[in-house]
């Protein structure tokens, strides 16, 4: 008897380890997860695991509220592919489910699961796509590139538009639930990832775009005795800028609440939500109400960006941060005549949300702007000045702004990606462009990191992007594992030593065919003196 029981248990493990034959289970709290094994650029074997569940379904009763845990599961979950991405109006893989039911996190490591002898950093990629779209998963943000340099990745999806972003102030429909489900996903980073072969103790978070502004969130909430995270990379966004913000978020709410349901009138938050609990949810995202970040009275984030930043309220940690070299094009690619007449009759337009300055300064501010950018000129006939306005305003200003404030209490490596090339994807773009603007655009910069399915075939590309591409992996998984992104020289990366920034010297490594460090970014030194001339305190924005 008891000799069967044993072959039983033998038979039982066997037939669990060879469910799936060119993948491997792992036992996580809630139950078991099945993952399939990839090769990596250099052919080498990564283990993934894909749509793990970091969170309950926020559907139903959970729709608005904060993320839960989710309930155990019996037998092994299928973790073998992404199925689904979170509800949003587009995206650029339209054969994905896009649904409520989207709280999933991906893990890949390049080690034997399981394996607690050679701990990896982990790689924390938090995505991009203005709160309201994109997806971490594969086909957006394939690890093939990075798996060959000794990290475990790990990106997940968070709820975006309305559903991660419309919340009241009495937090019955709480605000900022994004950020919170991107703070649980983190800190199952932080429970299981030794699991997987990576380093709970060396996680760096990674974001780009308005996942770097989450990333600079995350910065602020972290306790001095938390270690969720301990470095940081930011791309191409800041909490400290003007944008993704919103001042009156019970305002945003209620007008939701009235959209979809139009003969809702009623002025409680208990009643709003459960109209919104109640609605369908397409019917929610037609509004084309979105939300934003908003300042919470009391918790994670009820900091104010530039303000927190100022008075140095957050956890000091390694940061490798920095912008592209045109960040505007993107948002510029449509001349928008109206709008550009309406900013030269009235140029107070130009100083963005959070900004304070008295109404009786704001017309002489706006003019100030715009005689930096276009002179005596004007934005409706120089629309190259336009666009190195919105490049400014809404990344490089408060991006260097930060740098300037925080460098003197973590190292801070500072950079301008400049690199135009077929891989960054916007290259039809560039014949409609002024010949004065710079020509690498918002986002850009990560084709030379992802694998997005578009780039899956490198030999399609130049060999001079080929070449940036394991320039640019290099030096960001080095930061992952060293803190540094040239911890020695290395032929491919030219032998550059990247300086870290100071107070006085806002060095910052000018990313292109050739490496060169260059010291403060265009016209920041002219834009501060604006702005900290007439800026008011409470300070919220800068840019």
């Known amino acids: 008897m008891k000799f069967k029981l044993v072959v039983t248990t033998i038979l039982s493990y066997l037939i669990s380890v060879l469910a799936e034959p060119d993948g491997t289970i792992v036992q996580l709290e809630k139950g078991k997860i099945q993952g399939i094994i990839r090769k990596s650029e250099n052919g080498n074997d990564y283990y993934a695991f894909q749509e ?54 991906n893990v890949y490591t390049p080690i034997i699961p399981g394996n607690k002898d050679s701990l990896l950093p982990v790689l924390l990629w938090i995505h991009g796509g203005g709160f309201t779209a994109e997806s971490g998963i594969y086909d957006y943000s394939g690890p093939k590139y990075v798996m060959d340099h000794g990290v475990v990745v790990v990106t997940f999806d968070y709820r975006l538009g309305p559903f991660g972003f419309v919340g009241t102030d009495d937090g019955i429909i709480p605000l900022n ?127 104010h960006g530039y303000q927190a930043f100022v008075e140095k309220k957050y956890k000091k940690i390694p940061v490798l941060i920095g912008f592209n070299s045109e960040e505007g094009i993107v948002f510029t690619l449509y001349k928008n005549e109206t709008r550009l007449k309406e900013i030269d009759i009235n140029p107070s337009l130009l100083i963005s949300y959070g900004v304070n300055i008295t109404p009786k300064d704001k017309q002489g501010v706006g003019l100030l702007y715009k005689q930096l950018y276009v002179g005596n000129s004007s934005f409706e006939n120089d629309y190259g000045g336009y666009i190195k306005y919105i490049s400014d305003n809404c990344f490089t200003t408060g991006i260097t702004k930060q740098v300037e404030l925080s460098c003197t209490d973590a190292p801070y490596y500072f950079y301008q990606f400049a690199y135009k090339g077929n891989l960054g994807e916007q290259m039809a773009y560039l014949p409609t462009l002024p010949a004065d603007v710079e020509k690498v655009g918002h986002a850009e910069d990560c084709n030379y990191m992802w694998d997005d399915t578009i780039n899956s075939d490198l030999n399609q590309y130049p060999k001079e992007d080929q070449l940036m591409l394991h320039r640019y992996v290099k030096m960001w998984t080095n930061f992952v594992k060293y803190f540094n992104p040239t911890p020695e020289p290395d032929p491919l990366l030219g032998n550059i030593t990247w300086l870290t920034s100071e107070p006085n010297n806002l060095r910052y490594l000018n990313i292109n065919a050739t490496f060169e460090m260059r010291e403060h970014p265009r016209q920041f030194q002219q834009l501060k003196a604006i702005l900290e001339e007439y800026m008011q305190p409470p300070f919220d924005s800068y840019s």
């Open 52 to 105: 793990i569940p970091y969170a309950a379904p926020p559907v139903g009763p959970n729709r608005f509220q904060l993320p839960q845990e989710p309930e155990p599961w019996k037998g092994i979950l299928n973790t073998t592919r992404n199925t689904k991405i979170c509800i949003q109006a587009n995206s650029r893989h339209e054969y994905l489910e896009k649904s409520e039911d989207c709280l999933y996190i």
């Open 177 to 303: 639930l994004g950020l919170k489900d991107q703070r649980l996903a983190i800190e199952w980073v932080n429970k299981n990832i030794e699991l997987f072969g990576g380093n709970p103790n060396q996680v760096v978070i990674v974001g780009e775009s308005a996942g770097s502004v989450a990333v600079g969130y995350h910065i602020l909430s972290q306790r001095p005795d938390e270690n969720l995270f301990h470095a940081a990379i930011m791309q191409s966004g800041t909490p400290i800028s003007g944008i993704l913000k919103q001042s009156d978020p019970d305002s945003a709410a209620f007008n939701l609440g009235k959209l979809v349901n139009n003969s809702f009138s009623s002025n409680s938050t208990s009643e709003l939500l459960t109209v919104l609990q109640n609605a369908d949810a397409n019917d929610i995202l037609a509004t084309g109400i979105s939300g934003a970040v908003a300042v919470e009275k009391e918790g994670l984030f009820s900091s």
